[in-house]
């Protein structure tokens, strides 16, 4: 009575906890392009500079610029990536002027020196107007800024200059405006930081302080660093998805998806019976969790994704049907169903298990190896075995096993195994 007890509180609650969580769970999952409609590009990173370099470094901090300029645009979630050694991959979903956004992300960074020399004098004190450029991103040397930590909780930025006479006559002309006498750094419109100069800089070495954390320091260091290699960047592929034709794809998947599942489901409770129908119940939890590791890694989801979910269900489908076919073996042998569960499930275990890892074993190689949409792929793929051997492997056995030692099925018909079928020992 206790395992049968222990089996309704498990179906009830799971079915509460599915029923009650799912629309939220779907409602959340973040839609690829090519279901919301968008556009991709692939750029490719050139130095503009002659003999400049491309560095890792400078990749990085070129996507993050693009992310920040289509985040300023008020894109939601922009997907930027850097692939291989001087290519960058924009991915932006559900936008409705596509032009505008294309034209903010070309536009270059522009990382600028400013002072107030010969400027008109600005009725706010608090916000002088530094109108002048007195130095632009390439007149500082590559990766030519660093952090320097001067006390426990105080950094500062430490500069090489290409040309230390033009940076010298610079501050010391700014020295000569105080109270004025900043040397404002800008990236595109937004001030980072106005340091004062209080004498000429006879050097090629320049020092910004300020209260800065670390993370302040790091970020302006990067800003600068990126500003003194000017990546020119020309787009080598692009692909646009208008709205309509992505949600229409969406539709029909989820429509050849959906009706592809209840099949499979109704098949395997027809077939296999009692196994059958737990085998259902738990692809069902199968799903539901797959929607919720989904939603906790902040996955994005896609066609190829959707793909991937499809192939995980009939995973997870195969897993089930390897049992119960040993289950009826066993039975057919002429052994009760209590052994029969046993020695069902002990000698497909390695079977499905195996199954599993050679799945595992290619998806962790298209992860790896893969870009764009294979990778996306893959991560599905890979989540989808390891939920499928939590609930199709373990989770169904420990349900089929409550319900038999319950006592409260004893037929054998229940599994899908006839009399004539079964031989005396």
């Not at 419109?189 to 209260?211: C, F, H, R």
């Not at 792929?377 to 373990?394: C, E, Q």
């Not at 169904?396 to 099925?409: H, Q």
Request: with cysteine.
């Amino acid at each position: 009575m206790n395992r049968l007890l222990a089996f309704v509180l498990i179906v009830v609650i799971s079915i509460g906890v599915v029923g009650a969580t799912s629309p939220s769970l779907v409602n959340k999952v973040k839609l690829g392009l090519d279901l919301k409609g968008g556009f991709e590009i692939l750029y490719e990173a050139q130095p503009i500079e002659k003999g400049g370099k491309v560095t890792k470094d400078s990749l990085i901090e070129t996507a993050k610029s693009l992310e920040s300029r289509a985040n300023a645009t008020g894109v939601a979630e922009p997907d930027v990536t850097t692939e291989g050694s001087n290519r960058i991959r924009v991915k932006i979903a559900g936008i409705t002027d596509e032009a505008k956004v294309r034209d903010i992300l070309k536009k270059p960074a522009e990382l600028t020196f400013r002072s107030t020399r010969g400027c008109v004098a600005s009725k706010d004190p608090a916000n002088p107007n530094y109108c002048k450029v007195e130095l632009l991103g390439n007149d500082f040397k590559q990766n030519g800024a660093s952090v320097q930590q001067t006390n426990l909780n105080a950094y500062e930025i430490s500069i090489k200059m290409k040309d230390g006479k033009k940076f010298a006559e610079i501050t010391r002309e700014i020295a000569k405006l105080s109270p004025t006498n900043q040397l404002a750094i800008y990236l595109d419109d937004k001030q980072l930081s106005a340091p004062n100069v209080s004498q000429e800089i006879n050097s090629t070495d320049a020092v910004i302080t300020g209260n800065y954390t670390r993370q302040e320091a790091t970020d302006i260091k990067n800003t600068i660093n990126l500003g003194s290699l000017p990546l020119k960047l020309t787009e080598k592929y692009t692909q646009s998805v208008g709205a309509t034709l992505g949600k229409l794809s969406l539709q029909e998947t989820l429509f050849a998806g959906g009706l592809g599942t209840v099949l499979i489901l109704v098949f395997m409770m027809l077939f296999y019976r009692l196994p059958g129908t737990i085998a259902s119940f738990s692809i069902i939890v199968y799903i539901w969790l797959l929607l919720l590791g989904f939603n906790l890694i902040h996955a994005t989801l896609t066609l190829p994704g959707i793909a991937a979910f499809i192939l995980g269900v009939g995973i997870a489908v195969d897993a089930n049907i390897i049992m119960a076919e040993r289950i009826k073996e066993e039975l057919r042998s002429g052994k009760s169903l209590l052994s029969s569960q046993k020695a069902g499930s002990r000698h497909s275990f390695r079977t499905i298990i195996d199954s599993h890892v050679t799945t595992l074993i290619a998806g962790l190689v298209l992860f790896f190896i893969g870009v764009g949409s294979v990778k996306g792929f893959a991560v599905i793929l890979i989540l989808s075995i390891i939920i499928s051997i939590i609930t199709n492997v373990f989770f169904s056995r420990l349900l089929l096993s409550l319900l038999i030692r319950s006592n409260v099925v004893k037929k054998k018909s229940y599994f899908g195994v006839k009399e004539s079928e079964i031989r005396a020992l």
